[in-house]
């Protein structure tokens, strides 16, 4: 969807970035419900292409291979769902090889130059609610309100686990943990658009907050911005 299609930069923007597990998603697409906004899941494209690599046999320190899948990733978004060209991967990317794989390949700048216009597309009118680690900082550096939203990681920990076994599958808390832990170090170290709360965002802290009180809070920060005179 909107692969095609010119963004406009008078569209409001509202950028929610934060580590893995940190809720974020469910929140954004919650904001983005409350608003009739559109929702950019941009997580889930650094995912395709890990996913896009394995399937291709593209190996995650070939940068200029990663790159080139990169920018004619076929992928599409609709309603729920995600496609990899003929094949439903809506289940297969939240994996955590997955996740691994997306965090690697997330570290090659070709790979985020090559998804820039991919994202800046999904800003349509009314509105878009992004969901990231840059969205604030490279993506849409203009968005109307930019929050950082974050938890403590053993309750980000507790949430994946909780997510993984709704599916029916398996994993133990503390690797879990361990996981989540090496992920934050190498997205927030890294060289390019590493995860970093920006001075112009507004720190979230969800760790005692449900779902719903953390839509609200934004939806409430969102409010304020667009009352300002
Ligand atoms: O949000 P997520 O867990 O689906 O993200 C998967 C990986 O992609 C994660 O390691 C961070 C990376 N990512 C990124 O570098 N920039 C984004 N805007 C979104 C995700």
């Known amino acids: ?42 997580g889930a494209l650094y995912r395709l292409v890990a996913l896009g690599a394995e399937r291709r046999g593209i190996a995650l320190d070939d940068a200029a291979g990663l790159a080139e899948l990169a920018a004619g990733l076929p992928a599409r978004f609709e309603g729920e769902d995600i496609w990899l ?6 289940d297969a990317i939240r994996s955590e090889a997955c996740s691994a794989g ?8 070709q790979v985020r130059r090559a998804l820039l216009g991919r994202q800046r597309a999904f800003r349509q009118a009314p509105g878009l609610v992004a969901d990231g680690r840059d969205m604030g900082s490279v993506v849409f550096p203009d968005a109307l309100l930019k929050v950082f939203l974050t938890a403590s ?31 934050d170090a190498r997205d927030s ?34 409010h304020a911005v667009c009352a300002r005179p």
């Open 85 to 90: 060209g003929d094949e439903r991967v809506t």
């Open 1 to 42: 969807m909107f692969s095609n299609m010119q963004s406009d930069n008078n569209v409001p923007v509202i950028a929610i970035d934060g580590p893995s597990a940190s809720g974020k998603g469910t929140v954004a697409q919650g904001v983005a419900k409350a608003l009739g906004f559109h929702f950019l899941d941009s």
């Open 153 to 183: 990681p053993e309750e980000r920990a507790r949430r994946r686990h909780k997510q993984l076994m709704d599916k029916g599958l398996y994993a133990t808390i503390s690797t879990l943990l361990q996981d989540i832990r090496a992920r």
């Open 189 to 222: 170290t890294r060289a390019v658009a590493p995860l970093q709360q920006g001075a112009d965002a507004i720190l979230l802290d969800t760790t005692q907050l449900t779902i719903d009180q953390a839509v609200e809070a934004v939806l409430k920060h969102y």
């Open 102 to 109: 997306a965090s690697r390949v997330a570290a090659v700048p």
